[in-house]
């Protein structure tokens, strides 16, 4: 069982967000502020699909998973609140979140289908935030110094999805779920976040004005294939998880245990 702390982080998300917050860089930007518009919908999808994973525990196995279902629900309450903020400039700036109205849609066909279903999907999108987020604790300068707060979101949110990557995929184990269909899954959902997450960055270079740019390019190449790039780093990580044996407390969390431990200013533990 994880601990799980539910954190205030002290950053005001009142204060707009400017062009290219992101080290002045157009392409990471777009792709930051792509995934941003994922994460209200998504999140409640995650929550939603643990709450219901608990509910369907025999009783002496909610007692075990009691605290760690009520930390992450909290966890991803908090983030869903200050994303839908950061959201809330993007769409006053004239960005259009195509991909929730995608997702909803998906989302639709998921009504009255197993709840082992609903927690592998979350299962398999956590995996992926993990694997990102642990990148990203690795590469903070990545994200530039333009507005530092956005810097302390994007790394507190990595902090906090790394901290908690094995509560969809063990309640979904508890529950009987089968490797075959975990799998099934896994590989839908790379198609799926894959194709949605790059359709929405290149939807929020156009709207930009940036889309078209050699810098852009030039950007996105070395940000996702360079030597320190996301693909090339995430690939094998990403894999892992094909593995019959596979756990995510294999990936090793010390750099967000560690981020944590250093910016204790930057946040308030409000709860367990
Ligand atoms: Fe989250
Ligand atoms: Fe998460």
Redesign the pocket.
Same mark, same amino acid.
């Given at each position: 069982m994880t601990d799980l702390v539910v954190r205030r982080l002290l950053v005001d998300m009142e204060q707009p967000i400017e062009r290219h917050w992101c080290a002045g860089d157009a392409f990471r930007t777009a792709f930051f502020d792509a995934l941003s518009m994922s994460f209200p919908l998504g999140?409640q999808f995650?929550i939603d699909s643990v709450r219901d994973g608990f509910k369907a525990l025999p009783p002496d196995q909610q007692a075990h998973f009691q605290s760690e279902v009520q930390g992450?629900i909290g966890?991803?309450a908090t983030?869903r609140r200050l994303h839908d903020l950061y959201n809330q400039h993007l769409a006053r700036r004239g960005f259009v979140n195509h991909w929730e109205v995608r997702a909803r849609q998906r989302l639709q066909l998921m009504q009255g289908v197993d709840v082992r279903h609903w927690l592998a999907i979350t299962a398999a999108?956590?995996h992926f +935030? &993990?694997i990102f987020a642990d990148w990203m604790l690795r590469n903070p300068d990545l994200l530039g110094d333009r507005d530092p707060r956005l810097a302390t979101l994007w790394l507190w949110h990595s902090a906090?999805?790394s901290e908690?990557?094995n +509560? &969809?995929f063990d309640l979904y184990q508890a529950l009987g779920g089968s490797h075959e269909w975990r799998v099934r899954w896994f590989r839908r959902i790379t198609v799926t976040f894959l194709s949605e997450t790059l359709l929405q960055t290149a939807r929020n270079l156009r709207h930009d004005g940036t889309l078209w740019r050699w810098s852009t390019w030039k950007s996105a190449a070395s940000y996702l294939f360079g030597r320190r790039g996301l693909v090339r780093q995430t690939f094998r990580p990403w894999k892992d998880y094909l593995h019959p044996d596979f756990h995510p407390s294999r990936h090793d969390g010390a750099a967000a245990e560690r981020w944590l431990a250093e910016h204790r200013h930057a946040y308030i533990p409000v709860g367990r």
């Open positions: 999140e995650f992450f966890q991803e983030h999108n956590e +935030t &993990a906090e999805e908690h990557k +509560t &969809a």
